[in-house]
C-alpha cells in the first residue's frame, strides 16, 4: 500500500464502444427531426448504441482489460474498484462487483457510484482520498453507461442527444509531480427537476396488490434550456475556482476535456474561459452524450491523437443530472 498522503497518476485508459451506429440520418426515419437540426444545436452526428444482450459491466469489462494492460498490471493487483453509472442492470449486485468477477480481481472492494453525467469527477475525487489515506495503490474506475435504454425513442428533443459507450482508467500511487492535482465536486439537489430518468423502482403497492409497472418518471425527461445554461455557469465556476484554489490560470493549461454534452456548451464554456478552441477536446461529433463516459472517451482519444502530451496540464469539467457537477486538474 502507498504511504498516506501520496499521489495518484493516470497509469492506463482503455476504452469499449458498441459496434452499432446509429446517424442523424436514421434518426430522421424514427422522429421528426433532421440531420442539420441535430449537427446544428447539438454538434453531434452520430452515436453507438449497445445490442439487445449487451450489459453495462459487459460493456465495461473491455475497456477495463485495455486500461489494465496499458498499466502493465494485472487485475489481481488492484485494490480498489468504482463504476460510474447510471444505467446498471440492478442495485445488486452492483456494475463494479461484476466488472471485478468478469476481470477476475479476486476480492478488491468494488461500489458503484450515481452522479449522472460527472461520475467520471466524482470517482476520480473519490479515488484520490484513497490514495492519500494509503488506501490503494492501483484502483479502477470505469464509467459504463447505455443510455439507449432509458431514452424515450420517441421523444425528439432527447433521443438525439445520448450514445452508449464504457471508459475506463487505471490510477497508480505516484509520488512525482504527475498525476491527479485536485478534484472538485458539487451538487444541489434544487434543480433535481431540470433532468430526470431511469427510476428502476417504480411507484406504487405491491402489498395491496398494485404490482407498479414501467411508467412515468422512467425515461429520461430534460428542461433543455435550464439545463444548458446552468451548464455552461457551473463548468465555468468550477473550472476557475480549481485552477485559483491551485495557484494556476487558463494559461497553465494545456487542454480542458469537458463533458460532452452539446457542442455549443462546451464552446461557450471555452470562450468564457478565455481558452483557444485548438485547448478544447471534443469528440461529440461521432458519440453523443455518453454521461458518465464522455470524459475517460474524450481523454483516450485526445492521448491517441497525440493533443495531450506527457507534462501537459489537464483540466476536465463536467456536469450532470443531480444537479451534480465538478472537475478534476492533473498533470499527465
Ligand atoms: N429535431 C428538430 N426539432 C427539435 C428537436 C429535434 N431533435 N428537438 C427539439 N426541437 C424543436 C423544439 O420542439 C423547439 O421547437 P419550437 O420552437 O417549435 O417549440 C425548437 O426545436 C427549439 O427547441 P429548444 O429546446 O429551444 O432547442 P435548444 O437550442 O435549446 O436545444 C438542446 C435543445 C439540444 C436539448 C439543448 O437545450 C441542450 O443541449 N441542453 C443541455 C443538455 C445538457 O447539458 N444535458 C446535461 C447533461 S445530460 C445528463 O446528465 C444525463
Known sequence: MSEPGSGCKIAGVGVNVPSRVLTNFDLEKMVDTSDEWIVTRTGIRERRIADADETTHGLAIPAAQEALRSAGIEARDLDLIICATATQQRYFPSTACMIGHGLGAGDAPGFDISAACSGFIYGSSIIQQYFRGGMAKNALLVASEIYSRIVNWQDRATCVLFGDAAAAVVFSASDSSEGLIATRIRSN??????????????????????????????????????????????????????????????ADVDMVIPHQANIRIISAVGKSLGLPEDKVYSNIHRYGNTSAATIPLALYEAVQEGRVKKGDVVLMVAFGGGLTWGASLMRW
Request: aromatic content about 8%; hydrophobic content about 35%; glycine content about 16%.
Open 189 to 250: 439537489g434544487e434543480y433535481g427537476s431540470f433532468l430526470t430518468g431511469g427510476a428502476i423502482t417504480r411507484s406504487g403497492d405491491p402489498v395491496a396488490g398494485a404490482l407498479p409497472t414501467m411508467g412515468d418518471g422512467y425515461f429520461i425527461e430534460m428542461k433543455g434550456n435550464q439545463t444548458f445554461k446552468i451548464a455552461v455557469k457551473s463548468m465555468c465556476d468550477v473550472a476557475t475556482r480549481i485552477l485559483e484554489e491551485n495557484g494556476m490560470t487558463v
